[in-house]
C-alpha cells in the first residue's frame, strides 16, 4: 500500500523503491513489480548482493544516453520509456550534430539508427571508433536494414549491439540496460584499482 501511494504522489513517484520481503510468491512479486517496485528482495538474503544491486541501480540513475534517430515516434517512445527508468535520454535527429555534441552530452551509451541525415550511422560509428575519447562508449545500431550482410557490418565496425526495425521495444530496453550495467561495473571497477 506504501508502495502504491509513493508511485501515485507527483512529488514521491521518481524516488526508486526496492521491496525486502520474506514472501516470495509469485504473485506477490507480480504485484509488488507492476506496482512499481524498481526491484523485489527475498529474504533471508545476501546483504552483499543487496548492496551490489543498490550502487549499480543508483548509478543507473546517473546515466545518460544519446538517442539519434531522426523519426520523432522513435525519439518519443524510447525517451518516455527510458525516463520511468530513471535513465537520462537526449535526442538528436542529425548524425552530424550528434557526433559534434558527444563531448558536451557524455552518454553513457548511444542509440545509433543507420539512416540519418548530415551524417550517416554507420559513418558516426566509424568516427568514434576512431576517437580515444569515445570509442569505449557502447553504441546499439538501429536499422530498418535485416540482412546478415548488414548486421555483421555494424557489429565489425564496433557497436555493442544492432537492433532491427521494428523492434520490440522492451527487448532494446533490455539490451540497452545490460549495456549500461557492464558500463557501470566497468567503471566502477577502473575507479576501484585506482584507489
Known sequence: DLLKDIKSSPELKHIDVVMITASGEPQAVLESLTSGAADYVIKPFDPEEVATKLKTRLTHLQQTIMLVDDDPAVQNLLRAKFRTLGIKCIGFD???????ELSAVKPDLVILDRILPGLEGMAVLHKMQESPEFNDIPVVMLSAKRDNKDIMMGLQFGAADYVVKPFNLDELVLRCQRLLERAAISTNQ?????V
Not at 94 to 100: I, L, Q, S
Request: aromatic share 8%; net charge negative; hydrophobic share 60%.
Open 190 to 194: 577502473v575507479q576501484a584499482a585506482r
Open 94 to 100: 542529425d548524425g552530424m550534430v550528434a557526433f559534434d
